[in-house]
């Protein structure tokens, strides 16, 4: 492989249909809060923020895939972990706190938006996949899709299939961001929806899938040798050791990879804790008063 140079992006391994994907999707941002008058669907509290959420979450995944971070991926297992860090920890979370669905979704001429709309509420053809999301969308179906494709690409077989395939590479990030958007939107509300978790059980959503994470992590840090095919890499950039390698990758999952986790598990218990002070004010003596 070519010398990939961070100072130089014509060395960067750009992925075409990377770039094409941000690039309609911001361009249909774009034309759907440009196209329409504006209205509180669109605008709500905190809209700066939410609009910079969306560009941020953007701009992860062309850092995670069009920048040297991919030639490093091929050669490093911890920059591969890192890259579906930035994906599935980074970008996913930014999206949905992004809320940028109806804004793209205004962005398409209304004579695609009607039809397609039509065929996807309302074509028997579609019923099978209209229940199947109907359960994949819940909290419980996000949760255990999205910790299974986890391990599931970090089974040696299904990860060394990935170094060898580009496609199935391409399949594996998809996966992780679509999977990830769709497990965040669990527990970050998107204006002007909200999530249908409560405070509490939002706590236990995120605790369960940490733990998860962590033992993958310690599953990774503690083998006693290399599980992918890194280990037959001649050499590595920094000249460490396959094992020494996967050890970092899981530094990088157990540290790095719990900090979204910690802020969405810190604000779900504030949360938590000022819904159950509400509660608990709405019933005081003064509130309801005193038999007498």
Not at 221 to 231: D, E, G, I, R, W
Request: glycine share 6%; hydrophobic share 50%.
């Amino acid at each position: 492989m070519a010398p990939v140079s961070w100072l130089n992006p014509l060395t960067w391994p750009i992925e075409p249909w990377v770039l094409l994907g941000v690039e309609i999707t911001a361009m249909l941002y774009l034309w759907g809060r440009s196209s329409h008058t504006p209205s509180p669907l669109r605008g709500g509290s905190g809209r700066g923020w939410r609009q910079l959420c969306f560009w941020l979450g953007l701009a992860t995944i062309l850092l995670a895939l069009d920048t040297p971070v991919e030639y490093y991926a091929r050669t490093l297992f911890w920059v591969h972990m890192t890259q579906h860090l930035l994906l599935i920890m980074v970008a996913a979370p930014l999206l949905v706190a992004g809320s940028p669905s109806i804004q793209i979704w205004r962005g398409l001429p209304l004579k695609i938006r009607r039809p397609v709309a039509r065929f996807a509420v309302k074509h028997p053809a579609f019923a099978g996949p209209r229940r199947l999301f109907a359960v994949i969308a819940t909290p419980v179906g996000a949760w255990i899709l999205s910790s299974a494709n986890l391990w599931f690409w970090h089974w040696p077989p299904a990860y060394d299939l990935t170094l060898r395939s580009h496609t199935v590479h391409h399949v594996e990030h998809a996966l992780f961001l679509g999977l990830g958007i769709l497990f965040w939107a669990q527990v970050i509300d998107q204006y002007p929806f909200r999530v249908r978790l409560a405070p509490f059980k939002r706590v236990v959503y995120v605790f369960t899938a940490t733990i998860q994470s962590w033992a993958l992590a310690a599953l990774l840090a503690f083998a006693t040798s290399p599980f992918y095919a890194y280990a037959l890499l001649p050499w590595r950039p920094g000249g460490i050791s396959a094992l020494t390698d996967q050890q970092f990758g899981a530094g990088m999952m157990w540290v790095p990879g719990s900090i979204t986790y910690s802020i969405v598990f810190i604000a779900a218990i504030y949360q938590w804790f000022r819904e159950e002070d509400a509660r608990a004010s709405s019933f005081s003596p003064q509130r309801v008063g005193v038999a007498k």
